[in-house]
């Protein structure tokens, strides 16, 4: 399979909406309705502060990837925060979640971002496959803390 990768449009919505939910589901989160609707205005939002690609292959999305630039400490130029990654159970292992990421990859280096960097769960043992297959565990522990 090898999915077209492309910017979020505002036609996507209904499509993502499904996969987002599903997204949410597998983290055992629920957000209020006004949370999904205010972070898909933002996506559309060129001054929203988060990008959205999208993976689709015959006109169905099979995935997305959203995506937040910020000034480092470390680096002169900006790093690249890779928030959410899903891809719709059917399509999981057929390269889909890998096209997204060296999309993103790519779309940093022309734009002269430091790094690409993400989490995730400990559990998501699928998941982990990819991302070790790009670079090797860190030994970083996430720390959250609501306000």
């Not at 597998?26 to 060129?46: C, G, K, N, Q, S």
């Not at 001054?47 to 910020?70: C, K, P, Q, S």
């Not at 999981?92 to 430091?114: M, P």
Request: with cysteine.
């Amino acid at each position: 399979m090898t999915p077209i990768v492309r910017e979020a449009q505002a036609t996507d919505e209904a499509a993502w909406r499904p996969l987002w939910d599903a997204y949410l589901a597998f983290y055992h989160m629920d957000l209020p309705p006004e949370v999904t609707a205010a972070t898909w205005a933002r996506i559309l939002d060129p001054a929203g502060g988060i990008g959205m690609r999208v993976a689709e292959e015959d006109g169905t999305l099979l995935g997305f990837a959203t995506w937040v630039t910020h000034p480092s400490t470390w680096t002169l130029t900006q790093d690249c925060y890779l928030e959410d990654l899903f891809v719709a159970p059917a399509a999981r292992g057929k390269g889909v979640g890998r096209a997204l990421i060296e999309d993103l990859a790519a779309l940093g280096r022309s734009q002269g971002w430091s790094r690409l960097y993400w989490h995730t769960a400990e559990s998501n043992t699928q998941g982990r496959r990819l991302y070790d297959s790009f670079v090797p565990y860190d030994g970083h522990v996430r720390y959250r803390m609501d306000m």
